[in-house]
């Protein structure tokens, strides 16, 4: 079992940054990937950035590559997207996700990009 807290949302102006974090607690060792999720009113959850844990690869959706970036952390067990030159598209829920042999969700941090 993988337990995920989400921590770092709020509410920021175009152009903005802001920085995500999310601690993982529990089989962590069994942890193959790591990733971002993100789901706006309306729409699907769509992936946003992932990392695999073992060799620190990193890939993201188009559009926001170049301005978030994934990263982790082993010694503190958390997995960190720093977001950049934020848009008003960027308005969601995001969630955390960590794949073992199952798939385990964190509860979700809201982002609003507003003037």
């Known amino acids: 079992q993988v337990q995920l807290v989400e921590s770092g949302g709020g509410l920021v102006q175009p152009g903005g940054s802001l920085r995500l974090s999310c601690a993982a607690s529990g089989s962590i060792r069994s942890i193959d990937r790591m990733g971002w999720y993100r789901q706006a009113p309306g729409k699907q959850r769509e992936l946003v950035a992932i990392i695999i844990m073992n060799v620190g690869y990193t890939t993201y959706v188009d559009s926001v590559k170049g301005r978030f970036t994934i990263s982790r952390d082993n010694a503190k067990n958390t997995v960190y997207l720093q977001m950049n030159s934020l848009k008003p598209e960027d308005t969601a829920v995001y969630y955390c996700?960590?794949?073992?042999?199952?798939?385990?969700w964190g509860q979700g941090t809201q982002v609003t990009v507003s003037s």
């Open positions: 996700n960590a794949i073992t042999t199952s798939s385990y």
